[in-house]
């Protein structure tokens, strides 16, 4: 999510507005989280989550159904509409394109995997290195325990907090 852009849309109030723009028959509970449809997409469900991430959740045709859909006269014209809308509404509820939102989610993997890379590499320092004090064990310990724990939770450890561990070896 672009910052910002949450507060000046208006929260999921605001998402809702905006799913009304590029969906149809959308229905929204209480808390704002609106659920629609359009074209080959079946259903679409989304909010702004407690971290300030764009959660949707999307369920659409496949199998004999997709192939009917695709078969009647309209069918290609709109699955390539359903397509356009659904980008659409990304772009404008993070405020990034797809290439941005593509560029994101790998910076964020990255971050993960070198998270994990690095708890693995501690652990086998501590495996062979035979001269570790128990304070330096322990503070590898806190820190592998911190790290998963962001892990095991979704959110992406930043390289600060991975770096700490390098430096222990």
Not at 1 to 26: C, D, H, P, Q, V
Not at 57 to 72: C, P, T
């Amino acid at each position: 999510m672009k910052r910002g852009l949450i507060k000046s849309m208006g929260g999921n109030a605001g998402l809702a507005k905006l799913a009304t723009t590029y969906f149809e028959n959308i229905n929204v509970d209480a808390d704002g989280n609106f659920t629609g449809s359009y074209g080959l997409l079946t259903t679409v469900r989304g909010c702004y989550d407690e971290k300030g991430k764009l959660a949707v959740d999307v369920v659409q045709l496949k199998g004999g159904d997709l192939a009917e859909f695709l078969d009647s006269e309209e069918g290609p014209t709109k699955a390539m509409e359903s397509r356009k809308r659904w980008s659409g509404f990304l772009d404008e509820a993070t405020g990034y394109s797809a290439k941005q939102r593509g560029d994101k989610a790998k910076e964020e993997a990255k971050k993960f995997s070198k998270a994990k890379t690095a708890i693995k590499m501690a652990h086998k320092s501590m495996e062979l290195m035979k001269n570790l004090d128990q304070n330096t064990i322990d503070q590898a310990n806190e820190l592998i325990a911190g790290l998963e724990a962001m892990i095991e939770a979704g959110n992406p450890p930043s390289e600060t907090q991975v770096k700490k561990l390098d430096k222990l070896f």
